[in-house]
Structure formats: C-alpha cells, structure tokens
C-alpha cells in the first residue's frame, strides 16, 4: 500500500467517525486538540530536523530571506488554517 493510499484512507476514515459521532461534545473537543497538539508535534520535529541538518544551518544565509518567508508563511498558514476548521465546533459548545 502507498502512503498516498494510507493518508487517503485515515482522511476517510476520519470523515466517516466523524459524520457517525456528530453528537458527542465531547469527540469533537478531543479532536481539536489531537489536531493542535499534533500541529504543534509536527512543527517542533520540523525545527529538531533543521537543527540536525548542519548543511542547513550553515547555508540558511545562502537560502536566504525566501526560505524564511516561506517557513514563516507554513507556520502562519497551519495555524490560521486549524483556528478556521475549529470556528464550527466552537459555536456549538
């Protein structure tokens, strides 16, 4: 099995407990928090690899302001991105 078949298959299955267990306050607050929690997971193994990688520390002046543009607009964007999917779960608590 492909990873892209196993990210398709978690996201479905992720919809389907979703649209099973509507009802349940408290599903849904876990699962804001899983998603926050895995997030803020996803950005600290980011910055472990960045400082793991010595190419990368020693040529981020080559990089350059684009890579940290960019690095900053991935943050920004995953964040705002999660705040915007929790807006509905909010108004209904």
């Known amino acids: 099995m492909t990873v892209m ?4 298959f978690f996201f479905a299955a992720g919809i ?5 267990s509507r009802a349940h306050p408290s599903l849904i607050r876990f699962a804001d928090r899983l998603a926050m929690a ?3 997971l996803l950005l600290f193994v980011l910055g472990l690899s960045v400082g793991i990688h010595r190419e990368i520390l020693t040529h981020l002046g080559t990089l350059g302001l ?3 543009v960019l690095t900053l607009g991935a943050i920004v964007g995953s964040v705002a991105a999660v ?3 929790r807006l509905p779960t909010r ?3």
Do not use: D, E, P
Request: glycine fraction near 4%.
């Open 5 to 8: 078949w196993v990210i398709v």
């Open 16 to 20: 389907l407990l979703g649209r099973l």
């Open 38 to 40: 895995s997030i803020l």
């Open 66 to 68: 684009q890579a940290a």
């Open 83 to 85: 705040q915007l999917l």
């Open 91 to 93: 108004k209904r608590q």
